[in-house]
Each structure stands twice: as C-alpha cells, then as structure tokens.
C-alpha cells in the first residue's frame, strides 16, 4: 500500500505563495503520476495538477499560470508550487497517486490526509 505524507500547508495572505510536498513510499507497486486535489467547504473535491512519471504535467483551468507540479521520481516524491494565491484557494489539498501494484490488475488511486490551505484576504 502507498504511504502519502504531504506538508506544506498553511495561511498566507493574497498574493502570497505557498510550496506543498507530498513523499509516497512503501512497497509492491510503480507510481504512474502523483497528482494534488482541493476540496473547499462546501465543495466537491477537483483536480488541481498532475504530474506522471513521464514528466508530463497537466493543470485545472484555475490554477494554469499560478501553480507549477514538479516531481523527483527516484524519490517518489511531488511538488505543488502555488503563486498569486486567492482567497478561492483556500482548501484542503489533497496528494493522490495512480500506481500499478503487483498483486492486482489495473491502477489504483490512494489518498493523502489532506493539509489545510488558507489564503486570507
């Protein structure tokens, strides 16, 4: 099973920035993309960014311009730097991996916890 632990969150002002992290480990499987939703109150959760083992990346409308994914594959790890922050950013960001495991067919999606973005106006 895929182990996620993100940091990174926290409070900042508009038009601050903010660099989230996200370290996947554990065993039996191969990572295809490690990817960031949000989910704010009230909301459902949406895509935000992705960024697959190929180093290709893919953005939400929203955040294209604002925030750059980048990931280091020998250290199964991604980051989600967010500029021009708006209060509409304000979430909980979620880390999610597609990944391939050994003992099943198909990728499967896991979850971070989730960190806490708040962008006061």
């Known amino acids: 099973q895929v182990q996620l632990v993100e940091s990174g969150g926290g409070l900042v002002q508009a038009g601050g920035s903010l660099k989230l992290s996200c370290a996947a480990s554990?065993?039996?499987?191969?990572?295809?993309?490690m990817g960031w939703y949000r989910q704010a109150p009230g909301k459902q959760r949406e895509f935000v960014a992705t960024?697959?083992?190929?180093?290709?990346?893919d953005y939400a409308d929203l955040v294209k311009g604002r925030f750059t994914i980048s990931g280091d594959n020998a250290k199964n790890t991604v980051y989600l730097q967010m500029n021009s922050l708006t209060p509409e950013d304000t979430a909980v960001y979620y880390c999610?991996?597609?990944?391939?495991?050994?003992?099943?067919?198909?990728?499967?999606?896991?979850w971070g916890q989730g960190t806490q973005v708040t962008v006061s106006s």
């Open positions: 999610a991996t597609e990944s391939l495991y050994s003992d099943r067919k198909g990728p499967t999606q896991d």
């Open positions: 960024f697959t083992m190929r180093n290709t990346t």
């Open positions: 554990g065993s039996g499987f191969r990572i295809i993309a």
